[in-house]
């Protein structure tokens, strides 16, 4: 097995993704902007569905603002109220037109959003939508000396909503809505399933790559008892296919990831996500051909063309099974890369991520628990810094920035598996980042490795608790994440912990933690080295 740039390129771009979360956060928990009594409210998105003439039109989505009551979290509840022009259109003066409860449409500016709603109530307004001079929403607050003894709700548009509510008002037709911010639910069956994919990936991986070894090791044992002076060459051969980390590349690795970090969040634009989805297509590619040829190559009609290879320029022998694969890998890349955007794109995505990362953990292996610990610890460092201490150099989380993908156009960069959120009323993905997968797992491999190398039972072993360790760190992510209301959590500040330290107790208690910490593996005997019989003096 020869190993591609392309792999080392995808670990790299795997290891920004570490972190875990949601959907776009609903609400918006501000601790700058001023707060006072009447004016403590979160700042919370806000449904606005629409009825033209008594049809049913567009749902558009609002934010709530600091003051007024907090609205309704059903639809059912939220009355549909006729939605009326302010006259003067900023609001900012007693209305000429009387209102009956409607909810009145104004436009931003001339005054303070207090003023405006102050205004409205007093003309007999139920709600007042504030139209705002940008596409984007701004977070509503109030003044020092301002009233905010308000008792109708205030909610702002964007403005192309507002303008196509004003169009359809002006030319004399009746608009109607309802305001409601549905929450969440506590938890979602797209959680569930992104659990499930993270541990039956590392599942898979780990049995595969413990598999390898044994196989490996086998090898070498049977060349070690024909005392075959081959072996070295052999043996070298053998393990070509794989890359052990050591302690020095696991630092580098996350200083290298924090740098490459710095410059998505800075040059993060379309054409820069266009080539993170090139370099994905191809380590999906490599991975999805790995995988598919290994799981073909089970099967005896495969068998002899997994065995059979031919050489090809800039890849040197390649089998005759992966050269017939590759043509459907490279053809699914790409048919995703194009039509990514579509909302079923997201099954194309994390075929390619699982086989990715599949490949990936066969591939790349720590040798021992001290370079997984040497890893992992830097890398829960590194999520900790770039998702919570970023922001007090950059004024918000680079990390969460970066994988919202935002200033791209995009959503979202493409290391993530994500789910749709199928019971969310705000939609949106659960999604998990490569890095949350790929790095813990080498470390779960690793375990598998070590029990079948001296050959312990799954009972005696250490994978069952680690890949246990794991489950449960990841739940904790999770249960951590709905406590924060969606907002993005660095998973590996659960996952590290449980991990590593179920790993070193469950060592140190055993008496197997200095072989597990240095050498990885027990030792072998080497049978052509034998011990000569002393001679005995006469």
């Given at each position: 097995?020869?190993i591609?740039?392309?792999?080392?390129?995808?670990?790299?771009?795997?290891?920004?993704?570490a972190?875990?979360?949601?959907?776009?956060?609903?609400?918006?928990?501000?601790?700058?902007?001023?707060?006072?009594?009447?004016?403590s409210?979160?700042?919370?998105?806000?449904?606005?569905?629409?009825?033209?003439?008594?049809?049913?039109?567009?749902?558009?989505?609002?934010?709530?603002?600091?003051?007024?009551?907090t609205?309704?979290?059903?639809?059912?509840?939220?009355?549909?109220?006729?939605?009326?022009?302010?006259d003067?259109?900023?609001?900012?003066?007693?209305?000429?037109?009387?209102l009956?409860?409607?909810?009145?449409l104004?436009h931003?500016?001339?005054?303070?959003?207090?003023?405006?709603?102050?205004?409205a109530?007093?003309?007999?307004?139920?709600?007042?939508?504030?139209?705002?001079n940008q596409?984007?929403?701004?977070k509503?607050?109030?003044e020092?000396?301002?009233?905010?003894?308000?008792?109708i709700?205030a909610?702002?548009?964007?403005?192309?909503?507002?303008?196509?509510?004003e169009?359809?008002i002006?030319?004399?037709?009746?608009?109607?809505?309802?305001l409601?911010?549905?929450?969440r639910?506590?938890v979602?069956?797209?959680?569930?399933?992104?659990?499930?994919?993270?541990?039956?990936?590392?599942?898979?991986?780990?049995?595969?790559s413990?598999?390898?070894?044994?196989?490996?090791?086998?090898?070498?044992?049977?060349?070690?008892?024909?005392a075959?002076?081959?072996?070295?060459?052999?043996?070298?051969?053998?393990?070509?296919?794989?890359?052990?980390i050591?302690?020095?590349?696991?630092?580098?690795?996350?200083?290298?990831?924090?740098?490459?970090?710095?410059?998505?969040?800075?040059?993060?634009?379309?054409w820069?996500?266009?080539?993170?989805?090139?370099?994905?297509?191809?380590?999906?590619?490599e991975?999805?051909?790995?995988?598919?040829?290994a799981?073909?190559a089970?099967?005896?009609?495969?068998?002899?063309?997994?065995?059979?290879f031919?050489?090809?320029?800039?890849f040197?022998a390649?089998?005759?099974?992966?050269l017939?694969v590759c043509?459907?890998?490279?053809?699914?890349a790409?048919?995703?890369?194009?039509?990514?955007?579509?909302?079923?794109?997201?099954?194309?995505?994390d075929?390619?991520?699982?086989?990715?990362?599949?490949?990936?953990?066969?591939?790349?292996?720590?040798?021992?628990l001290?370079?997984?610990?040497v890893?992992?610890?830097?890398?829960?460092?590194y999520?900790?810094?770039?998702?919570?201490?970023?922001?007090?150099?950059?004024?918000?989380?680079v990390?969460?920035?970066?994988?919202?993908?935002?200033?791209?156009?995009?959503?979202?960069i493409?290391?993530?598996?994500k789910?749709?959120?199928?019971?969310?009323?705000?939609?949106g993905y659960?999604?998990?980042?490569?890095?949350?997968?790929i790095?813990?797992?080498?470390?779960?491999?690793?375990?598998?490795?070590?029990?079948?190398m001296?050959?312990?039972?799954?009972r005696?072993?250490?994978?069952?608790?680690?890949m246990?360790?794991?489950?449960?760190?990841?739940?904790?992510t999770?249960v951590?994440?709905?406590?924060?209301?969606g907002?993005?959590?660095?998973?590996?500040?659960?996952?590290?912990?449980?991990?590593?330290?179920?790993?070193?107790?469950?060592?140190?208690?055993?008496?197997?933690?200095?072989?597990l910490?240095?050498?990885?593996?027990?030792?072998?005997?080497?049978?052509?080295?034998?011990?000569?019989?002393?001679?005995?003096?006469?």
């Open positions: 097995m020869e591609n740039w392309d792999v080392f390129i995808v670990i790299l771009v795997v290891v920004l993704s972190r875990l979360g949601s959907a776009g956060d609903i609400v918006h928990i501000d601790n700058v902007a001023p707060k006072r009594p009447g004016c409210n979160n700042f919370v998105l806000v449904k606005v569905p629409t009825w033209i003439e008594g049809l049913e039109d567009n749902e558009y989505v609002g934010v709530g603002a600091r003051f007024g009551p609205l309704e979290s059903k639809e059912k509840h939220a009355s549909h109220t006729k939605l009326a022009l302010a003067p259109p900023d609001c900012c003066s007693k209305p000429r037109n009387k009956t409860g409607e909810v009145i104004v931003r500016g001339n005054c303070s959003f207090t003023v405006k709603a102050n205004v109530e007093e003309a007999g307004a139920s709600a007042i939508l504030i139209i705002n596409t984007e929403l701004f509503m607050v109030c020092s000396d301002a009233d905010v003894n308000i008792k709700p909610v702002m548009l964007p403005q192309d909503a507002g303008s196509r509510l169009k359809y002006t030319n004399t037709t009746m608009v109607s809505v309802a409601y911010s549905p929450k639910p506590a979602d069956i797209a959680e569930v399933f992104l659990w499930l994919m993270a541990v039956g990936t590392i599942l898979c991986a780990s049995y595969w413990a598999w390898t070894a044994r196989e490996v090791a086998i090898e070498q044992e049977k060349l070690l008892k024909d075959s002076e081959e072996f070295l060459q052999v043996g070298a051969a053998g393990s070509s296919g794989f890359v052990d050591n302690t020095t590349s696991a630092i580098l690795f996350v200083v290298i990831a924090s740098c490459f970090l710095v410059m998505l969040y800075k040059l993060m634009s379309f820069f996500v266009e080539v993170l989805v090139v370099l994905f297509c191809i380590g999906g590619v991975g999805l051909q790995t995988c598919l040829g799981l073909l089970c099967f005896r009609w495969f068998r002899r063309y997994a065995e059979s031919i050489k090809v320029p800039f040197g390649v089998s005759h099974l992966t017939a043509p459907f890998c490279i053809t699914f790409v048919v995703w890369a194009v039509y990514r955007r579509i909302s079923f794109a997201w099954i194309g995505q075929i390619l991520g699982i086989a990715l990362i599949i490949t990936v953990l066969q591939i790349v292996r720590v040798p021992n001290k370079v997984g610990t890893l992992l610890g830097c890398a829960f460092l999520d900790i810094f770039w998702v919570f201490v970023s922001k007090w150099w950059f004024h918000e989380s990390m969460i920035v970066v994988a919202r993908g935002d200033k791209s156009g995009e959503d979202g493409p290391v993530l598996l789910i749709p959120r199928m019971f969310d009323p705000w939609g659960s999604v998990i980042g490569f890095g949350d997968i790095l813990p797992g080498l470390v779960v491999a690793f375990s598998l490795r070590y029990d079948w001296t050959k312990k039972s799954l005696a072993g250490y994978f069952v608790w680690a246990t360790a794991y489950g449960l760190g990841l739940l904790v999770y951590a994440l709905n406590l924060m209301d907002h993005g959590q660095p998973a590996l500040l659960y996952i590290v912990p449980f991990t590593l330290g179920t790993l070193i107790t469950l060592g140190k208690k055993r008496g197997d933690l200095k072989t910490w240095t050498r990885g593996e027990p030792e072998r005997p080497c049978p052509h080295v034998q011990l000569q019989p002393l001679e005995q003096k006469e």
